[in-house]
């Protein structure tokens, strides 16, 4: 059954904006220490290659965060939620373990879709219950 989706659209300039004026801090705020190596590979390939993989972390953790119903406050933070990606390359959610017993106690399972062009990143994310 599903029990909350979450949308979210990032505008690659932005990210852009937000990195000219916060920097590194913000790549901090935002990304796990799991997911920051994978940031360093985009970013030594190009800048737009950051951007739009600093774009997508934003979208997809304000999606699931939306499909959760809490927004991002209380334990669904930037950092209790890292976006990785299985064997075939699709999207999956990794969370710590105060978040992880939390859903698994709601019987929740999050689902994630990412989507990017030249401009703008658009994430989707459903909560679903399995109990």
Same mark, same amino acid.
């Given at each position: 059954? @599903?029990?909350? @989706?979450?949308?979210?659209?990032?505008?690659?300039?932005?990210?852009?904006?937000?990195?000219?004026?916060?920097?590194?801090? #913000?790549v901090d =705020?935002? %990304?796990?220490?799991?997911?920051? /190596? +994978?940031?360093?590979?985009?970013? &030594?390939? $190009? =800048?737009?290659?950051? +951007?739009? #993989? @600093?774009? $997508?972390?934003?979208?997809?953790?304000?999606?699931? &965060?939306?499909?959760?119903?809490?927004?991002?406050?209380?334990?669904?933070?930037f950092h &209790?939620?890292?976006?990785?990606?299985?064997?075939?390359?699709? /999207?999956?959610? @990794? #969370?710590?373990?105060?978040?992880?017993? =939390? %859903?698994?106690?709601?019987? +929740?399972?999050?689902?994630? &879709?990412?989507?990017?062009?030249?401009?703008?990143?658009a994430a989707?994310?459903?909560?679903?219950? =399995?109990?």
């Amino acid at each position: 059954m @599903i029990r909350g @989706i979450g949308c979210d659209v990032v505008e690659v300039k932005r990210v852009a904006d937000v990195l000219a004026k916060h920097g590194e801090r #913000f790549v901090d =705020r935002l %990304l796990t220490p799991n997911e920051k /190596p +994978l940031y360093e590979k985009r970013k &030594s390939l $190009s =800048r737009e290659h950051a +951007l739009a #993989f @600093i774009a $997508s972390r934003w979208a997809v953790k304000e999606a699931v &965060s939306k499909a959760l119903g809490t927004g991002i406050a209380d334990d669904v933070t930037f950092h &209790s939620m890292e976006v990785m990606h299985n064997a075939k390359g699709a /999207p999956l959610m @990794i #969370f710590n373990e105060p978040l992880k017993e =939390r %859903l698994m106690q709601q019987g +929740l399972f999050v689902h994630v &879709s990412i989507t990017d062009e030249k401009n703008v990143v658009a994430a989707f994310a459903v909560a679903e219950q =399995r109990i």
